[in-house]
């Protein structure tokens, strides 16, 4: 069974987490799971290229990361950061830690070499064990800015970029949010393959707008999803009317939609009106969607969906691929 | 009074620590350092560009040396290295530590942005008091290369960056020395006016191949040398036929000069004879050089020579500086 999924950072690797342990405990050894990272959040920072979404899904499936943060290295320290804001050089307010900089500084020697990010990443994977493919939504540098109120600036607004709106400023009101190049973008190499390829396609619960969001913004990625044989199955990421993690309430506004399980479900449509999706995972605590998700069009179950440990991210992969396999037998 | 030092690392670092002593406790409050670092060990590791020696002085001056090593920072950890060496980038031999890695990123950083090297180590210094002004010998690219044996070569040798010669490989036998790209490169700014202007130009106990000597390769700075007003003292790197650290017993032979207090000396040679020095400093145990010395037409002295500690760094300095004026006063 091959599976695709679309992911953002911290919540898409903790899903790609759970569905490796998934496929692995059953009778899925063989399945072959490709994810498609989000690149929008990427930045330059002190001359070094950073991809915060490709890293958080690299260490938490390599066994990397730092458990409680859910970002970053686990034995993490701090000191090249301590010491650049010592010489004074902004931004002082993103955590770079020594470990991290090692993959920053690989990826950045590589692209000044000329390689895509596409091969500097499956370079870097090479060291992690990951279980999965990961590779990013594009070659093309895509980077995310929201349009925030400035008191300051002639017309009162100004475009700050994604990681000083989310990590600087803790999100605050949001007028608009722009994947600067994401128009002129082609999708990285496999990625319309992988999706045209799945049997099924997961949309893991990461931002629907600055995560899934960008990725689909990519010209001809939207597309695949909307033609893939796959069966499409997406997790919500709002429970009870709040994210599950990250601050996506202060961006759904901006694109039109409310902070609902249903309405982000809606937002992404069904296939077969159209849309993105044929099913759609909400909590237990938001079955009173089920209604108006099934008038949507789409093949809509309640399940637990907080993700607190590797047990609960695995049942929760296992639903995804559950449903997505009901929607095949019924499709046949 | 102004004193000008040229000076590569270690050893010139901590000599020109005790002459800052030396001229704080004395008359000479009004005293202005101006120090002319060696970049020829300079080498690009891992995409960040490294200037071994400005940086040692930056860090013994500023307080932040690591007191043990010589070299890098106090408190330091080795996260990045780790890192590096597990995605198996090399190499892994170079002593890259997380808090160092800041000063490198910044650097890089400029360079990027188009600044010259001696307003990027302007600019870093800026952050520590050094009491002393430091700067580059250029701001072009110069990087010393060793020819060494390798049986595995056509012609039986290779050329390896000095770094490579010197941290890899421990300074096996070399059989040239060439600092690539000096003779193209041009005095930083400053570096000929602080020699021309000076009253005092020290030659520090650095190594005379790789450290002295490429500072003197670069086209101008050798005849502003020979040139200037100022009295031009010099100490031995050597003391009882050794080097006082370093390996440069390895490099002297590669310019045809004897290990040896007195050799080194007149290697320099005395301005009055067409050299670079007026005076020249050796180890009391190497007093029986003084005659060689004198025949040559330099002011040679025996003192204690070996810096031990700060004590012995300013009264090493104290000496060069009183050597310094009795050579004006002779002058005069």
Same mark, same amino acid.
């Given at each position: ?7 953002? /950072? ?42 915060? *979404? ?9 066994? /990397? ?41 690989? %990826? ?30 594009? *070659? ?9 109120? *400035? ?5 009162? %607004? ?29 999708? /990285? !190499? ?29 010209? &001809?990625?939207? *597309? ?18 709040? !994210?599950?993690? &990250? ?5 759904? !506004? ?46 809509? %179950? ?7 440990? %590797? ?22």
């Amino acid at each position: 069974m091959k599976v695709a999924v679309l992911s953002g /950072g911290i919540g898409g690797a903790r899903f790609v987490a759970g569905l490796r342990d998934a496929l692995a405990t059953g009778d899925q050894d063989e399945a072959q799971v490709t994810v498609v990272g989000n690149t929008a959040d990427d930045i330059w920072l002190f001359g070094l290229r950073v991809c915060p *979404d490709l890293d958080t899904v690299m260490y938490t499936l390599g066994g /990397g990361i730092d458990p409680d943060r859910g970002w970053g290295r686990r034995d993490e320290t701090w000191h090249a950061k301590e010491e650049l804001a010592a010489y004074g050089v902004e931004p002082a307010w993103f955590g770079l830690g020594d470990r991290d900089l090692a993959t920053h500084l690989v %990826r950045t020697q590589m692209l000044g070499a000329g390689y895509p990010l596409s091969e500097i990443t499956a370079a870097l994977c090479a060291r992690w064990d990951l279980g999965v493919t990961l590779i990013p939504m594009t *070659d093309d540098r895509v980077e995310t800015h929201v349009v925030i109120d *400035d008191a300051g600036a002639p017309d009162g %607004r100004r475009a700050v970029h994604f990681q000083e709106y989310w990590v600087r400023l803790h999100a605050p009101v949001a007028h608009a949010v722009v994947p600067v190049g994401a128009d002129k973008a082609s999708p /990285g !190499p496999g990625v319309l393959e992988a999706i045209a390829d799945a049997d099924v396609l997961l949309v893991s619960p990461s931002n629907p707008v600055v995560s899934v969001g960008t990725i689909l913004a990519v010209p &001809g990625i939207a *597309d695949a999803v909307r033609s893939t044989g796959a069966a499409v199955v997406g997790v919500s990421p709002i429970i009870s009317g709040s !994210p599950v993690r &990250g601050m996506a309430d202060r961006l759904l !506004p901006a694109i039109g939609v409310d902070v609902s399980a249903a309405a982000v479900g809606v937002h992404y449509g069904a296939r077969s009106h159209g849309g993105l999706i044929d099913g759609w995972l909400v909590d237990d605590s938001d079955s009173d969607a089920l209604p108006e998700l099934t008038d949507a069009g789409l093949l809509a %179950r309640a399940v637990p969906l907080y993700l607190s440990d %590797r047990d609960t991210s695995r049942a929760l992969a296992a639903e995804a691929v559950e449903l997505a396999g009901s929607i095949r037998r019924n499709a046949g």
